[in-house]
């Protein structure tokens, strides 16, 4: 009997800690999203990162980790940031002269780009986080195994954005 109240005590605290790192994620998502469709340049990276090593350290925090040194997430926030706007950019270029380009325009190309890579990192830190690791341990190979862990299960795929994207759009203006 108490081994079951301690398994459901553990349960309630771990799905306490599911949905606190989630509301971190999500919130901040959702400021690099609004931050990154700006058009001023290298305003968005600059806000982005700030907005993701912020993130990192809420989920640090909530999972007991002390941040003693900030530089390789800073390091890791502007990379990241520097990487969704070079995506935004690339997209934004291949679709000027088409349909999408009109539908989407380069402000939500960009939020929606920039909101994914902010979830991607968040995700991805708080998986790391959960595992017993620390800012200071986590490699570019903790995010190959998140893709492959997530393209093995489907969660992320070209059908899976472009949906987003579109949802995205379509709630932009109230038709969703």
Do not use: C
């Amino acid at each position: 009997m108490e081994t079951d109240m301690t398994a459901l005590s553990e349960a309630k605290k771990m799905s306490s800690l599911y949905d606190e790192s989630n509301e971190i994620i999500l919130k901040a998502v959702g400021k690099a999203s609004s931050l990154a469709a700006i058009p001023v340049p290298l305003f968005d990276v600059a806000a982005v990162t700030y907005i993701q090593v912020t993130m990192v350290q809420k989920l640090a925090k909530l999972h007991g980790i002390n941040v003693d040194n900030q530089n390789k997430l800073i390091i890791s926030s502007s990379i990241s940031a520097i990487l969704s706007k070079l995506i935004s950019e690339a997209v934004i270029s291949l679709t000027s002269d088409s349909s999408l380009n009109k539908l989407l325009g380069d402000s939500l190309v960009k939020a929606s780009i920039s909101g994914f890579v902010t979830t991607i990192t968040g995700e991805v830190y708080n998986k790391h986080f959960q595992e017993g690791g620390v800012i200071e341990d986590i490699t570019p190979s903790v995010y190959t195994e998140y893709f492959t862990e997530q393209l093995a299960s489907d969660r992320i795929s070209t059908e899976k954005i472009t949906s987003n994207i579109i949802d995205n759009t379509l709630s932009k203006f109230g038709l969703n």
